[in-house]
């Protein structure tokens, strides 16, 4: 059974701060997704890496995939309070139609 | 474009009674799944389709059963709600397979008393 675990589970920061969440796995992906979610809506896709080793920037997001393709990142930096939601790795293999989604990281970016 | 769309919204039901959780995209995708997410545990597949005429069970699909009814829509039916179905559903469609993007649905938040 594949599985993604996220860390942390939940982070209160203050506004202008960095962070960093994490995506684990022990299995292999052929990508990694990035999705966030707010209250009372779907999740909605912010980035896919697909390379080992690859780093994608979204203007102050950066997200990193591992080299041997288990694990991502995604980093923040100077979070605002327009960041606060719930953020969302999946694992994605060639094979399957299906996405393995992470547990989520709940961010909450005090003013 | 709507997008994914699903109704209703919210529905509560009692334990024992049936209800259809619909969804339609107006994106021509191929793909499409329903999922469940619960507080701690992420998104959980109950069932896909991976292209017209062809539906599949995800990690949780006990007590649902799903129609792929055209290309456009995917019905999520349960016979008999128990409380462990309390939980916030949601459709999410994609043009084909795992690694192309899933756009999602608004969400139906479903209690079952």
């Known amino acids: 059974t594949q599985l993604l675990e996220q860390s942390p589970q939940f982070l209160s920061i203050q506004e202008g701060e960095n962070l960093t969440v994490y995506c684990n796995s022990s299995?292999?992906?052929?990508?990694l997704q990035w999705y966030r979610q707010e209250p009372g809506e779907g999740p909605v896709l912010l980035v896919t890496?697909?390379?080992?080793?690859e780093v994608k920037k979204l203007k102050r997001l950066t997200f990193q995939f591992g080299d041997a393709r288990k694990d991502s990142s995604l980093h923040i930096t100077a979070a605002q309070p327009g960041d606060t939601g719930l953020y969302l790795c999946a694992g994605a293999t060639d094979s399957s139609y299906k996405l393995i989604f992470g547990s989520g990281t709940r961010l909450l970016v005090r003013p | 474009n709507a997008g994914v769309t699903q109704t209703p919204k919210f529905q509560v039901l009692k334990t024992g009674q049936s209800m259809t959780l619909q969804c339609a995209q107006d994106m021509n995708h191929n793909s499409m799944y329903w999922y469940r997410q619960d507080p701690g545990m992420g998104l959980r597949l109950i069932y896909y389709?991976?292209?017209?005429?062809?539906?599949d069970k995800g990690e949780v699909p006990n007590g649902y059963n799903v129609s792929r009814l055209n290309k456009r829509e995917f019905s999520l039916r349960l016979e008999s709600a128990a409380p462990s179905q309390t939980s916030v559903y949601f459709c999410a469609s994609s043009r084909g397979q795992g690694t192309d993007t899933q756009y999602f649905g608004p969400g139906t938040r479903l209690t079952v008393l």
């Open positions: 890496v697909v390379t080992g080793g």
């Open positions: 389709s991976a292209s017209e005429g062809t539906t």
């Open positions: 299995s292999v992906f052929s990508s």
